[in-house]
């Protein structure tokens, strides 16, 4: 994106919260001529006017900014529907329920897809006790390793965090139906249905 922030954006909000551009240029304290240079594409808001836009337009300045709004339509929260986000520079990862816009070390990250766990891949589960006992036949090498697993139900999630010093296995118990995550820092998220 050539421009940090897109007239059509601006307008599309606008008109969806039925504000004009005069009325957005009150509120701003703008002129309505610069309201419709920002819309037409002949000029940019000043970035001191980002943040006060963004909540005039009842957005967040990600939002704005990426031109994606999100709007929750996962009101049940359900688990299941959670999306997965790692950063590539700091390694963070952020799990949430339903879309979201998420920023990180100054980079939108895009939801990670789950594929179907292939060969190079492969979980196996073992009951132990009272819990399950989850490998994944993988190296843990500095530079390719398995970063996490999880285990998602409608009502739950467990969450193990793994490092290249240890082995790609844990603990868990798995209870009732749902999905088993794996991700692997060079091939991505898989995923395994119990």
Known sequence: MNAYVTGATIKNLREKKGIT?????????????????????????DVTLIEPLAKVLSVSVM???????????????????????????????????????VSCCGITLPSLEAEEAD????????????????????DMTKEHYISFIAFLTSDRVQFVKLYPEGNAETRMQLRGRGYLYVYCNKHGLMKKKI
């Open 63 to 101: 939002e704005l900014m990426s031109g994606d709004t999100v709007i929750n339509k996962n009101t049940s929260s359900n688990i299941l529907r959670s999306k997965f986000y790692v950063c590539p520079v700091c390694n963070n990862i952020i799990r949430t329920v339903g879309d979201a816009v």
């Open 119 to 138: 060969e190079d891949h492969q979980i196996k589960i073992e009951p132990v006790e009272d819990e399950h006992f989850i490998t994944i036949g993988h």
């Open 21 to 45: 551009q005069s009325g957005l240029a009150d509120m701003l304290g703008v002129s309505s001529k610069a309201v419709s240079k920002w819309e037409t594409a002949k000029g940019l808001p």
